[in-house]
């Protein structure tokens, strides 16, 4: 008989794996209160169309209604795990507007890092890309 050990490092992604998915169940929920903490006092999101947004920016912007996600379903989530940083890459299908400029549902590339900051995984930086259809 074979015991299964699991290892801290599978452990710990797995971790990274399921507090992304809260992440973005609560920016999609308009719930900044649980999406804060999980957001570096230092974060920043680079946006498919290359703005830059700090957290008060984005955070603020959900909060405000500026910024929907109608929906954001991430599929599988590969995490490149070092010390206390993680790397984390997958991708989605998501809908989103700014304002009244509503986005119509499209495939992206999310890549975000994380670190571990006094016991606490965080998003530091976050990155989404549109996939565009091959001509």
């Known amino acids: 008989m074979s015991n299964h050990l699991e290892s801290p490092a599978h452990s710990t992604a797995d971790t990274l794996r399921t507090i992304e998915r809260s992440r973005v169940r609560a920016l999609v929920q308009r719930n900044v209160d649980l999406a804060a ?3 570096a006092a230092d ?5 498919p169309v290359g703005m830059t947004l700090t957290r008060a920016q ?3 912007a959900i909060q ?3 910024l929907v996600y109608t929906s954001w379903d991430p599929h599988d989530i590969d995490v490149r795990l070092h010390d206390h940083i993680a790397a984390l890459r997958y991708r989605s299908s998501m809908q ?3 304002g009244t400029h509503q986005v ?3 495939d992206y590339w ?3 890092l994380y ?5 606490t995984w965080q998003v530091v930086w976050s990155q989404a890309t549109t996939i565009q259809p091959m001509r």
Request: charged share 15%; proline share 7%; hydrophobic share 30%.
């Open 37 to 39: 903490p999980l957001h």
């Open 115 to 119: 670190e571990q900051r006094d016991g």
């Open 43 to 47: 974060f920043q999101l680079v946006t």
């Open 96 to 98: 989103v507007s700014f």
């Open 58 to 60: 984005y955070l603020g």
């Open 64 to 66: 405000s209604g500026q």
């Open 110 to 112: 999310h890549t975000d």
């Open 104 to 106: 119509p549902q499209a």
